[in-house]
T-cell receptor, first 113, second 114 residues
Framework: DVKVTQSSRYLVKRTGEKVFLECVQD?????MFWYRQDPGLGLRLIYF???????EKGDIPEGYSVSREKKERFSLILESASTNQTSMYLC????????????FGPGTRLTVL | AQSVAQPEDQVNVAEGNPLTVKCTYS??????LFWYVQYPNRGLQFLLK??????LVKGSYGFEAEFNKSQTSFHLKKPSALVSDSALYFC????????????FGKGTRLHILP
């Protein structure tokens, strides 16, 4: 089975802190994605990556950056956390081509105080 | 632009009754459609997908979905609901405009009443 793991289930940070969210997948997937999930808004794509050192902006990239130094690892960085970034963050991965389903990690619930 | 809509925020069904969770889509060309489920405090799990072929797609946990091109719908169904089916369900469509992105609906919360 595909396994996508995220470094933390719950995080509490203060406004202005730099926050790192880590995601690792073990199925050699080319694609990796970061979403945030908010009630009533569904899932919104922050950033995605098709290959090592490659990144593309999603629908809401402002205030975030990403890093993909290895194929299995995709990091989401909040340069200076703000209270409006309090949310559930979901990482996903998939094979590159075709209508391939995405496999999701368990999520990180981030609270910014 | 591609989009997907889930017209119901919440659906309540009695245990043992059939359930339907609705989804409509808007795409240019042939759609690739997905259903995912999210149990409390968990990530999303893939249920099923439609790419081509038979309009009735069978998936995990006894769920199935019916693709209807004329009504641009992809409703999720199950003949007999279980309390354990209570969860948040997301319909999604592949973004055909670029890349391998998936566009998700806002989700429908399904409550199965014992």
């Amino acid at each position: 089975d595909v396994k996508v793991t995220q470094s933390s289930r719950y995080l509490v940070k203060r406004t202005g802190e730099k926050v790192f969210l880590e995601c690792v997948q073990d199925m050699d997937h080319e694609n990796m994605f970061w979403y945030r999930q908010d009630p009533g808004l569904g899932l919104r794509l922050i950033y995605f990556s098709y290959d090592v050192k490659m990144k593309e902006k999603g629908d809401i990239p402002e205030g975030y950056s990403v890093s993909r130094e290895k194929k299995e690892r995709f990091s989401l960085i909040l340069e200076s956390a703000s209270t409006n970034q309090t949310s559930m963050y979901l990482c996903a991965s998939s094979f590159w081509a075709g209508a391939n389903e995405q496999f999701f990690g368990p999520g990180t619930r981030l609270t910014v105080l | 632009a591609q989009s997907v809509a889930q017209p119901e925020d919440q659906v309540n069904v009695a245990e043992g009754n059939p359930l339907t969770v609705k989804c409509t889509y808007s795409v240019s060309g042939n759609p690739y459609l997905f259903w995912y489920v999210q149990y409390p405090n968990r990530g999303l799990q893939f249920l099923l997908k439609y790419i081509t072929g038979d309009n009735l797609v069978k998936g995990s946990y006894g769920f199935e979905a019916e693709f209807n091109k004329s009504q641009t719908s992809f409703h999720l169904k199950k003949p007999s609901a279980l309390v354990s089916d209570s969860a948040l369900y997301f319909c999604a469509v592949r973004d055909m405009g670029r890349d391998d992105k998936i566009i998700f609906g806002k989700g429908t919360r399904l409550h199965i009443l014992p």
